[in-house]
């Protein structure tokens, strides 16, 4: 009972949470989905198949909302959808032809750390000392993983040169920064109505 006081208190239904939940799970599995796509398709077409059906997806949502979108707008929406559903599928289906799909997935985890250092950077984010060693915190464990993809986890002995996989994983951190460019334009630049909406 306790418990569904609190989720009552909360504003949050039982709905709320299972939609939550579904989302975790197919964004969980869709870097297992980008590798078993890619061993019969090239990255590009992967790539341009998540486009494609998020495109079919969300479209029929989409018109009711486009006629609030100021026309001021359109340059600052255009960009938030290139680097946060444009782009990212390409990089990250690029990535996985030579990672496994848990290495991306650990990569794609970086995103808020991405967003809060470029929202520092770019967009005047405010930024406490706790943010500033969460940032360094998240940083270094990018560079370990880029790293140990590229020669080998601690004591495993040096390869004689950087492997794929390390050069690979810089396209998924891409695909981070990507997702964290979208999420400050729109917090920053299209956070009124249907421009958010959209």
Not at 82 to 109: H, K, R, Y
Request: with cysteine; hydrophobic share 50%; net charge positive.
């Amino acid at each position: 009972m306790s418990g569904l006081a609190e989720t009552a208190s909360s504003g949050k239904t039982p709905l709320d949470y299972g939609i939550l939940l579904v989302l975790s799970s197919i964004w969980g599995s869709a870097f297992i989905l980008y590798k078993e796509a890619l061993t019969v398709l090239t990255w590009p077409q992967v790539g341009l198949i998540r486009v494609l059906l998020s495109a079919l997806f969300l479209m029929p949502l989409a018109p009711k909302h486009f006629r609030k979108v100021p026309k001021g707008a359109w340059g600052n929406l255009a960009a938030a959808g290139l680097f946060g559903s444009g782009l990212p599928p390409f990089l990250f289906a690029l990535a996985q032809t030579q990672l496994d799909s848990g290495i991306t997935g650990i990569l794609n985890t970086l995103t808020p750390v991405f967003t809060l250092l470029l929202g520092f950077l770019f967009f005047q984010l405010k930024v406490g000392p706790w943010r500033v060693a969460e940032l360094v915190i998240g940083l270094a464990g990018a560079v370990a993983i880029v790293a140990t993809e590229a020669y080998g986890a601690p004591g495993a002995g040096l390869s004689e040169g950087p492997s794929r996989g390390g050069f690979f994983a810089v396209f998924a951190l891409l695909g981070t920064v990507c997702y964290g460019i979208a999420t400050n334009l729109i917090k920053a630049r299209l956070h009124r109505g249907g421009q958010t909406r959209v």
